[in-house]
Nanobody, 120 residues
């Protein structure tokens, strides 16, 4: 069983920055993909940022130019750098990593979530 441990959330004022980290319990160097999602109160979980196995990235329109997803294979860690934060970015943020099993099926793993609160 793979565990993903998130950190870096907290309370920040608008236009501030935070960096979220997601540390995996096993190597992510051959991950099929990884991403960050968020869930605000009363809303469905939504995609924030994706990174493919080849390193291509995609972002939700609402965060383009402000958020950056990255990875450090040596540390088995995925990051989300969040700049110019807005109150509407307030949510619980979850990381997701897709790892190949011995049966050659890609399995989804999720972090426990970290709260990000942006005050105006």
């Amino acid at each position: 069983q793979v565990q993903l441990v998130e950190s870096g959330g907290g309370l920040v004022q608008a236009v501030g920055s935070l960096r979220l980290s997601c540390a995996a319990s096993r190597s992510i160097s051959s991950a099929n993909g990884m991403g960050w999602y968020r869930e605000a109160p009363g809303k469905q979980r939504e995609l924030v940022a994706l990174m493919t196995s080849g390193g291509s990235t995609n972002y939700a329109d609402s965060v383009k130019g402000r958020f950056t997803i990255s990875r450090d294979n040596a540390k088995n860690t995925v990051y989300l750098q969040m700049n110019s934060l807005k109150p509407e970015d307030t949510a619980v943020y979850y990381c997701n990593v897709q790892l190949w099993g011995s049966d050659l099926v890609a399995y989804d793993y999720w972090g426990q979530g970290t709260q990000v609160t942006v005050s105006s």
